[in-house]
DNA sequence: GTCTATAGACGGATAGAC
DNA sequence: GTCTATCCGTCTATAGAC
C-alpha cells in the first residue's frame, strides 16, 4: 500500500527537521522531498507550525506510553517488594527513545527530540511538550525518590535535569564523539550509548544523597 | 565613552541571537536594537554569518583561557604531589561560563554557548569551536584520566560527552526547573548551579571506572 | 485531495551619497 | 564610518481550477 500524501509529508518533515532544524526547513523543501507541493501541508497541517506539531504528535506519545507502561511493569512485579532499581527504572526511562534510533522509519525523530529542549522555536510544541511532562514527572520522580530512600526532592529534581541534557545532548549529537576525537573513537550502537547513560546518570543521581537515616546529606561543600 | 557602533552590534546580537537562535534574529532586528542600520554590519562584519562568528570570537577566547590558566593553577600547586581532585578540575572546567551568567554585559551568552552544541546552524563557527576545543581536550582530558587513574580513555571520554550534555541544557535552560515543577522551584544562581553539577558530574565520571590496578572495570552489566 | 499560480511579507546584501 | 534606498531572492499562505 502506498503511504498516504499526509504520511509522506510528516516522514520528510521529521527528516529535514531534525537535519537542517524547523526555521531552516522550509516547507518548499519539505513538500518537494515528500513529492507533493505547497498547498498539501496547508490543507492536511493548516500551516507549518501546524506540521511542527503533528510530527511531534506522531511519536512523542507512543514513546512516553511505552515509558508509563515500562515503569508499570517494573512497580507490578515487585508491589510489595522493594523499590526497583535505580538502573531499572533509568532504563525504562530511556530505552524508547534510543531504539528509535535503530528504525529506520524513525531514526531520524530522536535527534529532534534531543533539540527541542533548547531550541528557540520550541513554543511551538511547548503545550504538548508540557502535557506529556508533566504526567511523565508525576509517575517517575515519584519511583526515583521511593528508589533512592531519599527525601530531597529538590536535589532529585537538578540531577534529572542533568540526566535531560545528557540524554539529550547524546540523543543529537552522538557523532560529535567521532569529530571531537578526530576520528579515533566512532559512534557505538544506540544499546551501547544507552547502557553508558545508564551508568553515568545512576551514579550521578545517586551522588550526595544520603543512605536512608542519615542527616543532611543533600550540600557538599563548595568545589574549588 | 560612548561604546562603537560594532561593539553595540555585537552586544545586540548577541542577545538577540541568544533569545531569538541565529536566524529568527534578523539583520533588521539587530541593528535596530542597535540603534544603527543594516549596511553597518556588512561593513564591520562582511556579513550575517561574520556576525555570527565575530560574537564567539568575543567571549569564546577568554573563556578558554581562563580554563586553561585554571588548569594550570591547578597542577602547578601540587606539580609533583599527588593529581588535583576530580571536582577541582570540573569546577576550573564549568565555572567560567557559569560565572558569565552574573555579568549584566554578557549574561546571555552562556545560553548560546550551550545552544551552540546542537544548533543546526552551528556549521557557521564549527572551524573556530574545533580549535578551541582540541586544545581544550589535549589539556583536559589527560588531566581527567590522571585524576582518576584510569586507563579506558573510551569510557571517559563518553562521560566527558554526558558531561557537556548537562552543562549545556543548563547554561540554556536552567530555567525550565521552575515550568516544570510549576513554580514550585526556583533557579538559583548561577554558583549554586555550578556546584550541583559538580557534584553529579564528579560521581558520574567515576561510575564504573576501576580504583587503580583493578582488571576490566569498564563494562557493567547490562541494565535492564 | 491535489494541483498551479500568485499574493504579500520579509530576508540578506549592496550601491552610492555624505 | 555611517546612512538611505533599493535589488532580488525566499518565505508562508491562499485563491481557485480540476
Redesign the pocket.
Known amino acids: 500500500m502506498e503511504p498516504?500524501?499526509?504520511s509522506r509529508i510528516l516522514d520528510a518533515a521529521e527528516s529535514l527537521f531534525a537535519e537542517l532544524g524547523?526555521?531552516?526547513?522550509?516547507?518548499?523543501?519539505?513538500?518537494q522531498e515528500a513529492?507533493?507541493?505547497?498547498?498539501?501541508?496547508?490543507?492536511?497541517?493548516?500551516?507549518?507550525?501546524?506540521?511542527i506539531a503533528a510530527v511531534f504528535e506522531r511519536r512523542l506519545g507512543p514513546i512516553n506510553a511505552e515509558r508509563l507502561a515500562g515503569l508499570d511493569a517494573l512497580q507490578q512485579t515487585d508491589a510489595d517488594g522493594p523499590s526497583p532499581e535505580l538502573e531499572a527504572i533509568l532504563a525504562v526511562f530511556l530505552r524508547p527513545a534510543f531504539r528509535l534510533l535503530e528504525d529506520p522509519q524513525a531514526r531520524q525523530f530522536p535527534r529532534l527530540l534531543g533539540r527541542i529542549h533548547s531550541d528557540p522555536d520550541r513554543d511551538k510544541v511547548r503545550e504538548l511538550l508540557f502535557e506529556q511532562m508533566v504526567e511523565l514527572r508525576d509517575r517517575f520522580v515519584p519511583a526515583f525518590a521511593r528508589s533512592l530512600g531519599c527525601q530531597d526532592q529538590v536535589e532529585l529534581m537538578w540531577h534529572l535535569h542533568f540526566l535531560i541534557g545528557a540524554m539529550a545532548h547524546t540523543l543529537t549529537c552522538a557523532d560529535d564523539i567521532e569529530w571531537i576525537s578526530e576520528g579515533r573513537m566512532q559512534t557505538p550502537p544506540p544499546e551501547e550509548l544507552l547502557r553508558r547513560l545508564v551508568t553515568f546518570a545512576a551514579a550521578g543521581i545517586r551522588a550526595g544523597v544520603a543512605p536512608p537515616g542519615d542527616a543532611n546529606p543533600g550540600t557538599t561543600e563548595e568545589p574549588r
Chains 1, 2 share one sequence.
Open positions: 498516504s500524501t499526509k524547523f526555521r531552516a526547513a522550509s516547507m518548499r523543501v519539505v513538500t513529492g507533493t507541493n505547497l498547498a498539501a501541508v496547508n490543507y492536511h497541517f493548516g500551516s507549518k507550525e501546524g506540521l
